[in-house]
Structure formats: C-alpha cells, structure tokens
C-alpha cells in the first residue's frame, strides 16, 4: 500500500537549517509528483513547494524561495525539504503529499508530519 | 497567486445539521478544486475532487460543487466524527497550489 513516512521531530535554533525526509512505498516513486505543505502550530495549511521525483524539476512558493530547497533520491525513493535561516515562526509541522495523477490532481497520500520547533 | 477565500472560519452545529462551507478564488480555476478533511494531529485527507467528485471511501454525505470562482462543500446530517477541520484548495496551476484559511466545524 502507499506510505509517505516522514523523518521525526526537530528542534532547532533561529539561523539553524533543518532538512526533513519523506520516504515513499507502495508505488513508482518517479510517477507522482510530490508537494511539501506547512502547518504553523493553530493555523492552516500554507502550501512551500513541488518536486518532480523524475527529474528533479522544482517550484517553490514565492515567499519560501531562497530559503527553501527540495531534493530527491530515486535510488530510495526519498524525497528531502530544507529550510534554511529559520526563525522562531517557522515552528511548524511540515508534510509531505503525493499527487494522485503525476502532477495534476488531488493530494491522495500524505506523510505523517515533522514538527519543526526552531526556539533559543 | 490565486488567492482562496474560505468562509466561514468557523461554524457550530448540532448532529443532523447540513452544513455549506464556501470557497472563492481570486480567479477562474474551472473546476481544479479539492476539499480535505483534518483532525488534530492528523495530516489531511481528500473528501471531494475535482470540485465536485466523491473520493472512494468518503461518505455520500459529503458533497461539493461549483466551477470558475465560487465553490460549495456540503455535509448532509451531520455525524459526530465530521467535527473537524476542513479546507479548499486549487490547482489550476499544475505546479502552484494554495490553500482557503481554513473552516472548523465544532459541536453546538
């Protein structure tokens, strides 16, 4: 069956960089597109960026670029977030989320969240 | 960016009740439009798609339509699990996604 499992918690302080894996089973990895979505502890889902598992292609929201960078390993089918100059209101748990249909559709499989706690 | 306006951020209701979320996007997303279903500490999970198509193993009382700009998601008969969260999201642009704000769902 398809998993998404995601790496444990973290703690981090501000000016650290964290870097989060998303381990894929259960189907062809290189197939399905995979996003990465934040959740600030009491707020919403806040979406960073996409990754093309095939060729590693990205694209990154606006407000995360130049401080974010997502990366793929085909040969473990592990899919890699990381965030660097983190502040305290990066506290957040991050999820990983496959698209159903390559790089179109909805977010069928997600991981089961990182909690990224960045404090001094 | 399109921006995706959820309303309301919150309602109460009572087991039975049906229940309409909105959704508005800043512009024409035909009908690229998704509707998940959170719990506390829980990742997301996809009721509707596409709009208005039920996801296999969701509930027929789940249902959701609208195209273009506005969309609605309904609950029929509200049931005790179905006090979550719950939010919209786009993807016109195949490599651009965003989310509504959010709508908590909470017992009367």
């Known amino acids: 069956q398809v998993q998404l499992v995601q790496s444990g918690a973290e703690v981090k302080k501000p000016g650290a960089s964290v870097k989060v894996s998303c381990k894929a089973t259960g189907y062809t990895f290189t197939r399905h597109y995979l996003h990465w979505v934040r959740q600030a502890p009491g707020q919403g889902l806040e979406w960073m960026g996409i990754?093309?598992?095939?060729?590693?292609?990205?694209n990154y929201a606006r407000k995360f670029q130049g401080r974010v960078t997502m990366t793929r390993d085909t040969a473990t089918s592990m899919v890699y977030l990381e965030v660097s100059s983190l502040r305290p209101e990066d506290t957040a748990v991050f999820y990983c989320a496959r698209v159903r249909q390559g790089d179109s559709g909805p977010l069928d499989y997600w991981g089961q969240g990182t909690l990224v706690t960045v404090s001094s | 960016d399109i921006q995706m306006t959820q309303s309301p951020s919150s309602l109460s209701a009572s087991v039975g009740d049906r229940v309409t979320i909105t959704c508005q996007a800043s512009?024409?997303?035909?009908?690229?439009l998704n509707w998940y279903q959170q719990k506390p500490g829980k990742a997301p999970k996809v009721l509707i798609y596409d709009a208005s198509k039920l996801e296999t193993g969701v509930p027929s009382r789940f249902s959701g339509n609208g195209s273009g700009t506005d969309f609605a998601f309904t609950i029929n008969s509200l049931q005790p699990e179905d006090f979550a969260y719950y939010y919209c999201?786009?993807?016109?642009?195949?490599?651009?996604?965003?989310f509504g704000g959010g709508t908590r769902v909470e017992v009367k």
């Open positions: 512009q024409d997303i035909n009908n690229y």
């Open positions: 990754i093309n598992p095939s060729g590693g292609s990205t």
């Open positions: 999201q786009q993807y016109e642009h195949l490599l651009s996604l965003s």
